[in-house]
């Protein structure tokens, strides 16, 4: 297990701030259904609210990526676009071009709808959105492209905030139906800044392959 998220903010109508396990890849996620958010602790997937925090390195070893795809540790550009391996459940062999297109400082104000009190007092909110396109040949409907860390000027992680439920200032959303070669889609992480002081420089991806790789390095765009 690469990292175990020292806190995470789970999102609904109210939120409340919980430890989450460590997950070691992407998870299977059945289609999407319209329902009411429901507060819950957040799995570290989609929709849900919840504080995360960074984990220790894992000391397995998983096989890292082919030719062409993006190393562990390679760092990009905002706006660049990295060539990643994927893999969810039990779809395996998916091909992504992943993209950080920006990270945008949001206000304090936007976390009232998640009823997290003072569990997010003094903490500014950040926006890492990034594009997905499948470059496979592998259908990838359903899947949830996530594990998508903000990081602090020192290069730590920032506290990340998972939602269950709508929250239209940053969408996560799994990958629709019929995502096959040549679809697009655009997601959105929640990172906060300790405070106003300290802003969320950059971004991390550590999904499947990245998280289980002896070096525990993922992939960064700053």
Request: proline letters at 7%.
């Amino acid at each position: 297990m690469r990292r175990a998220a020292t806190g995470v903010i789970g999102l609904a109508v109210a939120g409340t701030l919980t430890l989450t396990g460590c997950k070691s890849g992407n998870e299977e996620a059945a289609p999407a259904q319209s329902s009411a958010p429901a507060a819950q602790p957040s799995q570290g997937g989609q929709d849900s609210a919840q504080p995360s925090t960074p984990a220790s390195p894992s000391t397995g070893g998983g096989q890292a990526p082919a030719a062409g795809q993006a190393k562990p540790g390679q760092t990009f550009k905002i706006g660049e676009t990295a060539q990643v391996p994927f893999s969810y459940g039990s779809t395996k062999g998916g091909t992504l071009a992943l993209t950080v297109t920006a990270v945008e400082q949001g206000q304090p104000a936007d976390l009232d709808s998640l009823k997290l009190g003072d569990k997010v007092k003094g903490m500014i909110p950040y926006y890492i959105r990034y594009s997905v396109k499948n470059i496979g040949t592998v259908d990838l409907s359903y899947a949830s492209v996530g594990h998508m860390k903000g990081l602090l000027p020192d290069g730590s992680e920032a506290q990340g905030v998972s939602v269950i439920g709508k929250f239209e200032k940053c969408k996560d959303e799994t990958l629709p139906k019929g995502f096959t070669n040549g679809q697009t889609q655009t997601s959105c992480a929640i990172a906060l800044a300790p405070s106003a002081q300290t802003k969320v420089v950059g971004a991390e991806y550590w999904g499947d392959p990245y998280n289980n790789l002896s070096d525990g390095k993922g992939l960064f765009w700053k």
